[in-house]
């Protein structure tokens, strides 16, 4: 393959683990259409630091973002916990108020620049290879590469870090509360990583396959295992592979990258969600269930 | 006032196609979004908006034309084939309904996206922005749009009230529908299809952004005012239409102020005042309890103690000193004078000169008290064998929760007479 | 243990790359918008190919590349951007090649004062300045000097065809101005729902006005609504202009309005804006979409 292929099938590889291993834990706590609210709530954050920068290609605008990105997660919260809503509802009202006032924003005061969110949300992983990160006069490799990358390492080290904290917050709360252990905290932890996460994967791929690789990967895990790491090490695998098989797809359909990654992925998840021995619509095909032995009581 | 009065009665022709246009639509939004609300799918409005961009791509291919009509059956079919796609994954599989919301969300708006680059490729005619011409803004209504909401809002209603309680049963007990004989698919199918047909309209007029909000929003405001599922699609739809006429009103007042926004923004205020204020579930309200229940939990500890003192003493309504209570039990001097205020309040306790003395109302209060806590204990101890040191604290918190009912229950899982008092039995130390 | 081995196999296998380099296409010029294309290819002989990204009908603000889109970058050696940011991220990135490719944005030629800005952003540039058949002019005069130093074979026949199709643009315009002159003055407003047409109205003497700005994202409200229904029956316009890539929704509601108060303004017909007709339309070349939209204000507002 040649070098492009190869970046920007690393560059979708490294999205779809940083999302993935973020999806996991996102998906564990039925909250799978974060990634989507996010997307719609980073707008005002946009255009507030546009109108602060002056300046398009600020990077500002990502820290905006970034912000507003956190916030919106801290208002679910909020409304979750203290309003005690419905956790669906509580993300519905948030991001389309935080969306609206993003528009509101636009019209008042930029309407008359393109300020297209576009220029932060809509990323395009083809044109990955094209953005070199120059020091002086040294091309050190596509710049949004070393973003994912290194974003990838942060999130998995805190997550190493973090992993028995949010393991137990994810599966059991209660039990988590009863033994004291802060679940607010490390529910904050994990939000803001997602929230950071996103808005620098925003950036580099687009919207769509954002959202896709922080759902649909830890649902197929889902369907395969309940035990935490091997739902870890499921996700990494078929993000690989719908990097992979997603780029080559996508050129020889001549069509939209990302959007074939995130449809190899969904192909991925149905056959699962068929052919899977203990939950699948084959499962009466497959499934033989073990004779129990009864202990007499 | 003038603006405000031109406004009300609807004389610009463009405010009334949009304030009777986004009444119409509100309320039909509201209505559909309360049944999402109830089977905590929400945000199906959003994904299915999202499914419907592959339906208008074939659409277009097929039609070569960008003519809405043929637009919008692309849509609906798709947006139909997402709900059904969602439906297969939490029915048949473990999947829950979030996630097949963002499963279906992604997996065919990716879907859509990748149609879009081969008809831009290809040349198909103009075929720009085909993704976001289908997606319309507020203000601009005409009244073609007031005659399709009108008719939208008309088979809406007819239809919640004509299968109210089915619709009611398919969103808490399906299963009882069944065995009652009653066609669960066909009900489904239903709700599915008003929920179609109301996003499809909806998005054509005022975007996607507005329509989720307009199905999520008005029931969750809703709810925090009342459990009575009439009660609450009654609320959401005035919500709904609240909204509505506030968003146009305010867009009306300036330039560059976008109506549908604004809708929203009408919105999450009366979301916000419902969650503070709302009797019951509202923020002010159960911070109000909670004062409510603390005072009282001071007064009746306040008179508890002063009951224990006149226990050992001859004459029952003894004038107790300040400095005679104080050495029975330690009180910080804020939160003396505020218990004994609040004991005073309720008439177990009145004020003499230097010192109190009980009531007879209070004289009863401070004795069950005293023979809750005890009787807590011994329930602690004989039947959760807790450790005797621990007894104490939980009685302290329980005595003042413990309803006759419940007093009487423990009586008969202790086996013990109507006449059971403390000094009976045997005393736990504290 | 065994699971991070097998990730780390599958890794192997998937990414065993033997790279290849890309050659890059030496008679080419790559352009990204289908007006720029047509301009370019007016600009050079058949030798050198004018290779066009996003094709007619096409909206530069939504246009999405393919894999091909990318080969074609990668293999470009001759790059001309519209230039004031219209293809947004697309023509960031694109910039940035400028250290192996020659990257041209055609709009940077003109001067300062010439781009219309709105006041207080720096970045708030209009970039239609296409719609100004003599800034075009001016710009292909400029773009010539670095077509004939990269290209130094074709030299003479790029002056050549320049110098044609200068001279075909300045008789253009001539035509455009007859063209709209027989518009009376009181009816000299067009007014369309998103803001592409200033420099063709400060070009050819018109008044301009529409619902949104030049964003996208902006959205208009009811008072911007009754704001230009009161204007479009005071001022009697006759008609108004739907634009080939953005909705017609609002401008029907403003019509519907004007007509029940008693003014039937008409909707002159579809404008081309940001990309070309398409092939078999008289609008699939850029004199050919400048004339089209002469032609279809004139007729409208004749009356």
Redesign the interface.
């Known amino acids: 393959m040649n070098m492009d292929a190869f970046y920007i099938i690393l560059t979708g590889t490294f999205v779809a683990w940083l999302c993935g291993i973020l999806g996991v834990f996102i998906v564990l706590r039925k909250l799978s259409m974060l990634g989507d609210a996010i997307s719609h709530a980073v707008l005002p954050g946009i255009v507030i630091a546009y109108l602060v920068s002056g300046d398009r290609s600020s990077p500002l605008l990502f820290i905006g973002a970034a912000l507003f990105g956190v916030a919106v997660t801290v208002l679910i919260e909020l409304l979750t916990k203290k309003a005690a809503m419905q956790s669906d509802a509580s993300v519905g009202t948030s991001f389309t108020l935080f969306f609206s006032v993003g528009i509101i924003l636009v019209s008042l005061l930029a309407s008359r620049v393109d300020i297209d969110a576009d220029c932060v949300l809509h990323g395009e992983i083809g044109l990955v290879p094209f953005d070199r990160l120059y020091w002086g006069d040294v091309d050190y490799g596509p710049r949004q590469l070393w973003v994912i990358g290194i974003s990838l390492l942060v999130v998995s080290l805190i997550l190493i870090k973090a992993y028995k904290g949010l393991y137990l917050t994810s599966f059991n709360s209660e039990f988590a509360a009863s033994l004291g252990v802060g679940i607010a905290g490390w529910h904050y932890l994990l939000m803001s990583s997602v929230s950071l996460a996103t808005v620098v994967s925003f950036e580099a791929v687009g919207a769509i396959l954002v959202v896709g690789f922080l759902v649909i990967p830890p649902a197929c895990a889902w369907l395969w295992s309940r035990r935490l790491n091997e739902m870890i090490f499921i996700t990494l695998a078929v993000g690989l592979v719908s990097a992979v098989a997603g780029y080559y797809i996508a050129v020889w359909l001549d069509s939209s990258i990302a959007a074939t990654m995130c449809v190899v992925a969904l192909l991925l998840f149905i056959i699962s969600f068929v052919v899977n021995p203990r939950h699948g619509v084959l499962k009466k095909w497959i499934y033989k269930p073990k004779h129990r032995q009864y202990a007499p009581m | 006032m003038e603006d405000f009065l031109d406004f009300m009665t609807l004389r610009e022709p463009s405010v009334r196609y949009v304030v009777l246009s986004c009444i119409l639509l509100g309320a039909a939004a509201s209505t559909v979004g309360v049944f999402g609300f109830l089977r905590k799918r929400s945000l199906v409005g959003e994904t299915v908006a999202h499914s419907m961009l592959p339906g208008i791509g074939l659409a277009f291919i097929i039609s070569g034309s960008r003519e809405p009509i043929f637009l919008v059956t692309g849509a609906v079919i798709t947006g139909w084939m997402s709900m059904g796609f969602m439906n297969w994954l939490t029915n048949r599989g473990p999947i829950k309904i979030d996630l097949a919301l963002a499963i279906t969300l992604t997996g065919f708006f990716a879907i859509g996206i990748g149609l879009m680059t081969y008809i831009q490729r290809g040349s198909f005619g103009d075929h720009s922005g085909l993704d976001h011409y289908i997606f319309g803004r507020a203000a601009a209504m005409k009244p073609d749009d007031i005659r399709v909401f009108g008719g939208l809002a008309i088979f809406v209603f007819i239809s919640v009230l004509l299968l109210f309680k089915e619709f009611m049963g398919i969103c808490f007990n399906k299963e009882f529908l069944s065995v009652l004989g009653l066609p669960v698919r066909f009900l489904e199918f239903a709700i599915s299809f008003l929920t179609i047909l109301a996003i499809s309209s909806g998005i054509k007029a005022v975007g996607i952004v507005l329509m989720a909000a307009l199905m999520i929003i008005p029931a969750a405001a809703a709810r925090y005012w009342t459990g009575n599922l009439r009660w609450l699609l009654t609320l959401a739809i005035a919500f709904g239409i609240i909204a509505g006429i506030g968003g146009a009103y305010i867009s009306f007042q300036a330039h560059s102020l976008p109506t549908g926004p604004f809708i929203v923004i009408v919105l999450a205020t009366i979301t916000a005042i419902s969650v503070v204020f709302a009797p019951e579930k509202g923020l002010f309200s159960r911070w109000a309890r909670k004062r409510r229940m603390n005072r009282r939990v001071a007064a009746e500890n306040f008179v508890k103690e002063l009951y224990q003192i006149l226990e050992k003493k001859t004459e029952q309504y003894a004038r107790i000193s300040k400095t005679e209570f104080l050495k029975h039990v330690v009180y910080e001097r804020e939160s003396f004078f505020r218990s004994l205020r609040w004991a005073v309040a309720r008439g177990w306790i009145v004020p003499v000169v230097d010192g109190m003395k009980i009531t007879e109302k209070g004289l009863i209060r401070g004795r069950e008290l005293n023979r809750l806590h005890r009787l807590w204990e011994i329930y602690l101890a004989r039947k959760a064998h807790t450790p005797l040191e621990k007894v104490h604290h939980s009685a302290e918190i329980i005595e003042h929760i413990l309803t006759p009912e419940l007093e009487a229950e423990i009586r008969i899982e202790l086996d013990l007479c109507e006449n059971f008092s403390p000094q009976n039995e045997i005393h736990i130390k504290a | 243990m065994k699971?991070t081995g097998?990730?780390i196999a599958?890794?192997a296998i998937?990414?065993s790359?033997?790279?290849?380099?890309?050659e890059t296409n030496k008679d080419s010029i790559l352009t990204t918008t289908s007006i720029l294309g047509d301009i370019l290819r007016n600009m050079v002989p058949e030798e050198i190919e004018v290779i066009n990204l996003?094709?007619?009908?096409?909206?530069p603000?939504?246009?999405?590349?393919?894999?091909?889109?990318?080969k074609h970058?990668?293999e470009a050696g001759f790059i001309v951007l519209a230039g004031l940011?219209l293809e947004?991220?697309?023509a960031?990135?694109?910039s940035?090649?400028d250290k192996e490719k020659e990257v041209q944005e055609f709009a940077s030629f003109l001067p300062k004062e010439q781009i219309i800005n709105?006041d207080g952003?720096?970045?708030?540039n209009d970039?239609h300045m296409w719609m100004d058949v003599e800034l075009v002019r001016y710009c292909v005069l400029k773009l010539r000097t670095d077509l004939v130093q990269w290209f130094p074979e074709h030299s003479q026949k790029i002056d050549l065809k320049c110098e044609e199709y200068i001279n075909k643009l300045g008789r253009l315009n001539r035509e455009v101005l007859g063209i709209l002159s027989k518009v009376p003055a009181e009816n000299r407003v067009i007014i369309t729902s998103h803001?592409a047409l200033n420099y063709f109205a400060r070009a050819y003497n018109y008044e301009v006005r529409s619902l949104?700005?030049?964003?996208?994202?902006?959205?208009?409200?009811?008072?911007?609504?009754?704001?230009l229904?009161d204007y479009i029956i005071e001022r009697e316009v006759p008609a108004i202009f739907v634009e080939?890539?953005?909705?017609d929704?609002?401008l029907?509601?403003?019509q519907?309005?004007c007509a029940?108060?008693g003014f039937a303004v008409k909707l002159g017909g579809s404008l081309y804006t940001?990309?070309l007709?398409?092939?078999s339309t008289k609008a699939s070349t850029y004199e050919g979409m400048i004339r089209m939209n002469a032609i279809t204000i004139s007729r409208a507002l004749q009356n």
Do not use: W
């Not at chain 3, 603000?61 to 990318?70: G, N, V």
């Not at chain 3, 700005?213 to 959205?219: E, L």
């Not at chain 3, 080939?244 to 909705?247: E, G, R």
């Open positions: 699971k097998l990730l599958m890794c998937l990414f790359c033997n790279t290849e380099v890309a996003m094709g007619p009908g096409t909206d603000h939504l246009y999405k590349a393919s894999p091909s889109d990318y970058i990668r940011h947004g991220k697309m960031e990135v694109i940035g090649l709105s952003f720096a970045d708030g970039p803001d949104q700005g030049f964003s996208t994202a902006a959205d208009f409200g009811l008072k911007d609504i009754t704001v229904v080939n890539i953005v909705s929704q609002a029907k509601a403003v519907a309005a029940e108060r940001d990309a007709g398409m092939e």
